[in-house]
């Protein structure tokens, strides 16, 4: 067995040994069984219910297992989906929307293959999966079989860890490595790539259950070093303008009640990146929504003024920080990782801390309540007036033009009538609006961050409505992004699965027509999807489900009642003005504060007053000493 070492494993290069030390009760005893059954058994006792795939060739061994396991109403079923990006997809949904592992099945070759794109939509977001893909016997690895390619190989970039299965006695103690390794530390996708001989072969299996397992070279920090606690304490005490920067990691960790214990302690306020959504409350008046690209004008100007800046759990990635070196210039900086290689990788900490978010919050507010609160009430309020102005001055927009309906529109309508729903979204324009406008809670907010992935949306929607079967699935599509894994429609209409689709449909690929519009001189080369477009209620016919269009704002508010009261799938098509760009932006190479889009122009920076990170004090612009203290501004 070959294992791949990314930055927060350590694992030694072993073949056909264990790498683990592994736990086994004496009591067992061996029970004959196939490969096949062995990796079976092995995930019922992880915990999986659900497995998203789809057979093929060198992966029937395990399904004919899989077969024999369903008839036998052990508990797991599996979820045929039309494609297999669409099982890795839907094992990602899955995964997001419960914390759990997600678990997908695909065969050698082109089934491997196509799971790549979904693997590394995880990758970058950090979602825990284990991928298990059929291999060609091992007699005839390397001799270029038929439908042979080398998955382990061809994933290594994009998977926490893999394994090749070169003998049917390791299944068990290697699903239980990829099940610890998926879902601790920095959560990612494990591959499990099962050789079809031995899915076939017999042995006397032995079970290893969840925790039995342990890792020498795989320990990851998960509670924070105590005087790096205490230095950020002191910190948070002597801003005057602290700003929470909350990311994906705050959401893994389930951290969201700590996070606003913390904000409310201190009178911080709260912004997220794209993949922090639902981390915090954005009804609540501290929350500023959204940062970075497509970000609030008030979340931007607010990192940019900041004393402090306490990230936690985010990784300061290029669509929120903008020109990375006049991002937060002005703040001294507290960062709260698991995963050690992002702490200073794109910006070094005053104050590094790596742990699990939530248990860092944790002590961080046992040791604030153990010492008394020391800081006065009111030490924000200027801020926070000054941030409230802002939000009066540069709110989010809804356009209402007389001859259309506004993408927007579509979005707001829909979260009145569904506040509390899972919402997924596929990639464009229609993302960065529901981004702005959805107001989702923990784990309700599903969509690909990091690789951006069209043609998400749909099998995600699937994956997060089999985890939550009566709970309001909807996902938020564009008309070029909806035909990536338009297929899936299959799927929901074979396990009846009550997911809402709504298309935001402007004819074109929304966001690219706007960067072509903005920075390539008008030149919409093969960017519009007009003609081609399926009629979406005729398809939706085609999969027996409901298909509605939407074409005006007088049709809007009874056509989402009528799709959400409506038992069963149902796709909308709605018609969008086709030229409404998603605003603010900030384009590419400029600092968060220079947003384009906003309904007026800020004032210059100049104006503005420098506050002292050592006093406090209020200094003029042009100030390069505090006249207070003396510290350098």
């Not at 920067?245 to 904000?263: F, M, P, R, T």
Request: net charge negative; charged share 20%; with cysteine.
């Amino acid at each position: 067995m070959t294992v791949r070492l990314p930055s927060q494993i350590s694992l030694p290069q072993i073949e056909n040994e264990s790498i683990s030390n592994v736990s086994v009760s004496p009591a067992v005893t061996p029970k004959r069984a196939s490969g096949g059954f062995a990796l079976l058994d092995s995930l019922k006792r992880h915990g999986v219910e659900y497995i998203f795939g789809y057979p093929g060739g060198a992966i029937l061994p395990i399904y004919d297992d899989l077969y024999k396991v369903e008839a036998a109403g052990n508990g797991i079923k599996h979820i045929l989906v039309r494609h297999e990006q669409g099982a890795a997809h839907a094992a990602d949904g899955y995964a997001r929307a419960t914390g759990k592992v997600g678990v997908c099945f695909g065969t050698s070759g082109p089934g491997a293959t196509n799971l790549v794109t979904g693997i590394a939509t995880a990758y970058m977001d950090s979602i825990p999966m284990v991928i298990v893909t059929g291999q060609v016997s091992r007699a005839v690895i390397g001799t270029d079989a038929f439908q042979e390619t080398d998955i382990y190989g061809i994933t290594l970039p994009i998977v926490k860890h893999s394994y090749v299965v070169r003998d049917a006695k390791d299944m068990a103690r290697i699903v239980a490595e990829a099940f610890h390794i998926a879902s601790t530390g920095r959560p990612g996708p494990v591959l499990i790539d099962v050789p079809k001989d031995v899915a076939l072969e017999e042995f006397d299996y032995v079970p290893v259950e969840p925790g039995k397992v342990k890792l020498p070279g795989y320990r990851p920090t998960v509670k924070g070093n105590p005087r790096q606690i205490n230095a950020a304490i002191q910190l948070i005490r002597e801003s005057r303008r602290p700003l929470l920067y909350v990311g994906g990691g705050a959401i893994a960790s389930g951290a969201h009640e700590e996070i606003k214990q913390l904000a409310e302690l201190f009178n911080i306020p709260v912004s997220t990146t794209f993949m922090g959504i639902g981390a915090f409350d954005e009804h609540h008046p501290l929350s500023l929504g959204m940062l970075g690209m497509h970000g609030t004008a008030y979340a931007n100007f607010a990192v940019t003024d900041c004393d402090l800046l306490i990230c936690v759990g985010a990784r300061f990635d290029d669509r929120v920080t903008g020109k990375l070196d006049e991002f937060a210039t002005r703040a001294k900086v507290i960062h709260i990782d698991i995963d050690p290689a992002e702490v200073g990788k794109n910006r070094v900490p005053d104050v590094p801390i790596v742990g699990d978010v939530r248990k860092v919050l944790l002590d961080l507010l046992r040791r604030v309540q153990q010492a008394g609160t020391k800081d006065t009430p009111n030490q924000t309020q200027e801020w926070l007036n000054l941030i409230n102005r802002w939000k009066e001055e540069y709110p989010l927009e809804v356009p209402h033009h007389a001859d259309s309906m506004s993408p927007q529109e579509v979005i707001v309508e829909i979260a009145r009538q569904a506040p509390d729903a899972y919402y997924t979204t596929d990639v464009g324009q229609h993302q960065m609006w529901s981004a702005q406008f959805l107001k989702n809670g923990p784990r309700r907010w599903i969509s690909s961050g990091g690789l951006g992935t069209m043609g998400f949306g749909l099998p995600a929607a699937i994956g997060a409505k089999v985890a939550f079967p009566d709970e309001q699935v909807i996902c938020i599509s564009g008309d070029a992004s909806f035909q990536m894994n338009l297929q899936e429609l299959g799927t929901a209409a074979q396990y009846g699965l009550n997911v809402k689709t709504v298309i935001i449909n402007n004819g074109w690929q929304g966001m690219v027509r706007q960067w072509q519009e903005a920075f390539y001189g008008e030149r919409y080369s093969c960017s519009n999807m007009e003609v081609g477009m399926p009629d979406i209620e005729f398809l939706a016919k085609a999969y027996g489900i409901k298909g509605m269009v939407i074409k005006n704002r007088e049709e809007l508010k009874e056509a989402i009642a009528e799709m959400l009261a409506h038992d069963g799938p149902v796709i909308v098509n709605a018609y969008v003005t086709k030229d409404e760009n998603c605003y603010p932006m900030v384009a590419p190479g400029k600092s968060n504060a220079q947003m384009v889009g906003l309904r007026r122009q800020p004032k210059k920076a100049s104006l503005e007053p420098v506050y002292c990170n050592n006093c406090g004090a209020k200094n003029a612009p042009n100030n390069n000493f505090c006249p207070e203290c003396g510290t350098k501004l």
